[in-house]
């Protein structure tokens, strides 16, 4: 008898614990959604308090900031991101007018016009559209904008400047991501960053930026410890560094390159990467760098695209072009 009851207890101890096992195992499986860092509406709200700064500029007495934005052929694409970005300006008040040129244009007429830009004391902000025809140096012709005048940040010396932890007009898209990093309060001291792309205006004043000091001039650095992945880096280290990244920036253009178990769980993941491509409905959309729908469900917070780092983007152009207004502004008055 005492053995029947012993048996008894045995078994309903092990279906106990096989209960417990099945409800934690599928607690440990279930998926927590990440938070959707929104990059469109933090770009209209950027955009909302530059209206208020530049309202108030104007009412101060000074003229409204001017943006020139200069595209060369005839490319669809840039047609329509010149567009965007003309659209978004005078939306904050800033007078911007697109200047067009036939694809035949030559590297030396391209650079002639940009020197009549530089010195129109009228226009605040150049802006050259890439990419440009065959035959066109397109780091002369960015070389060629006046640093003060360049909204792109595209410049050696602000470049330079930013590389020196010294105020300067930083590239775009490189701004957007470190704005969005302390506008959704994602912490970056201390904490572990991979920089998947290396490209001179995107990934690597991205990573100059997050392991600059906070206490420096700029204002920028983010006390994070950086890594820099790029094309060459083998995948097996890719995945890696990638796992040990509390966050995760990637800029490299190639379609989901960035999988969920590549992610940390909790991780913060920013993609920068748009590429279009055709669905096997021959419908084409807008894809990132990251596995979107699966890595959702295992960072802490992750971009979407379209809507994430793109819209950041022009609303930093829109305040760099502003900035040039204050910088030009301050020297005519000394």
Known sequence: MRQIICLRVVSSLLKSTMRS?????SLGSASIMAKILDGKGLAKDIRNELKIKIHNWVLQGHRAPSLKCVIVGDDPASHTYVKNK????????IEAETIRYEANLTEEELLMAIDGLNANSEVDGI?????????????????????EKDVDGFHIVNVGQLCLDMPT??????????????RFKIETFGRNAVVVGRSKNVGMPIAMMLHSDMSHDSGLGMDATVTICHRYTPKEKLDFYCRNADIIITATGVPKLIKADMVKPGAT??????????GEDGKTRLVGDVDYD??????GAVTPVPGGVGPMTVAMLMHNTFQAAQRQRDNDQQ
């Not at 007009?169 to 302390?182: F, G, N, Q, S, Y």
């Open 21 to 25: 096992h099945t409800f934690f195992d």
């Open 86 to 93: 003309i659209q978004a300006a005078i939306d904050v008040g």
């Open 169 to 182: 007009i930083v590239p775009a898209t490189a701004l957007a991501v470190v704005e969005m990093l302390k």
């Open 127 to 147: 802006l050259i559209q890439l990419p440009l025809p065959g035959g066109i140096d397109e780091r002369k012709v960015c070389n060629a904008v006046a640093p």
């Open 294 to 299: 699966e890595v959702s469900k295992v960072a």
């Open 269 to 278: 993941v920013i993609d920068v990467g748009i590429v279009r491509v055709t």
